[in-house]
């Protein structure tokens, strides 16, 4: 069984661009997650999808960052525009019940 | 309320020894609590996990304590070797919401 697909590995732009990144979960996954981890730190959850509804984003900065999750199954995460800050990698995780299945990440460098 | 403190921040560990790592919790409302390993440029992978209402669980060289009470929790690597050498991080979520938060992360490296 394939994991958790993400694409790219790694990006590297110029502060205020955009950057998008994608994800595929486990088939028949309905819960999709993305976190953000920060160099030496745990994961930090940025948003939740149960199928195609967001129902946490309540730590996503809406402000430059957005999430879509089309049919319940592959979703974007975008950052518009990019800050020195947003240096991390980001993660995507599903599940079908309680046990999180995490994607190998996108390192994102923002020079 | 909702942070998870783990320690140590790195910890070596001689090859056949034991490891261990420790997380304490303040929200008495989790109930689930899973402990995962990654290694550079990988993400985390699930290795063990228990719930409240048991006090140990084992599964290989992988064991979870769990003191309710203390409300603390700790993974113990049995006869650690150098390919465990990882980064190790506890976490945990309570009910349906499935939003775990996760410790600070310990730094494993297992000495041939």
């Known amino acids: 069984e394939a994991g958790v697909v993400q694409s790219p590995r790694y990006k590297i732009i110029e502060k205020k661009q955009p950057v998008a990144f994608w994800c595929n979960p486990i088939?028949?996954?309905?819960?999709l997650y993305w976190y953000l981890q920060n160099l030496g730190q745990g994961p930090e959850l940025l948003i939740r999808?149960?199928?195609?509804?967001?129902?946490?984003d309540s730590q996503l900065p809406k402000d430059r960052f957005s999430a879509e999750r089309l049919k319940g199954v592959d979703s974007t995460l975008k950052i518009q525009p990019a800050e020195l800050g947003d240096s991390a990698v980001y993660l995507c995780?599903?599940?079908?019940?309680?046990?999180?299945?995490f994607g190998p990440g996108t390192r994102l460098t923002v020079l | 309320q909702q942070q998870v403190k783990q320690s140590p921040q790195s910890l070596i560990v001689q090859k056949g020894g034991i490891s261990i790592i420790n997380c304490a919790y303040e929200?008495?409302?989790?109930?689930?609590f899973p402990w995962y390993q990654q290694f550079p440029g990988k993400g985390p992978a699930l290795l063990i996990a228990?719930?409240?209402?048991?006090s140990e669980k084992k599964e290989g060289r992988f064991t979870i304590s769990f003191n309710k009470s203390a409300k603390q929790f700790s993974l113990h690597i049995m006869d650690s070797q150098p390919g465990d050498s990882a980064t190790y991080f506890c976490?945990?979520?309570?009910?349906?919401?499935?939003?775990?938060?996760f410790g600070s992360g310990t730094r494993l490296l297992v000495r041939p």
């Open positions: 088939s028949g996954h309905n819960t």
């Open positions: 976490a945990a979520s309570k009910g349906s919401s499935y939003k775990l938060i």
């Open positions: 929200n008495t409302a989790f109930d689930y």
């Open positions: 999808y149960e199928n195609e509804e967001a129902v946490d």
């Open positions: 995780a599903s599940s079908l019940g309680v046990k999180q299945f």
């Open positions: 228990i719930r409240p209402d048991v």
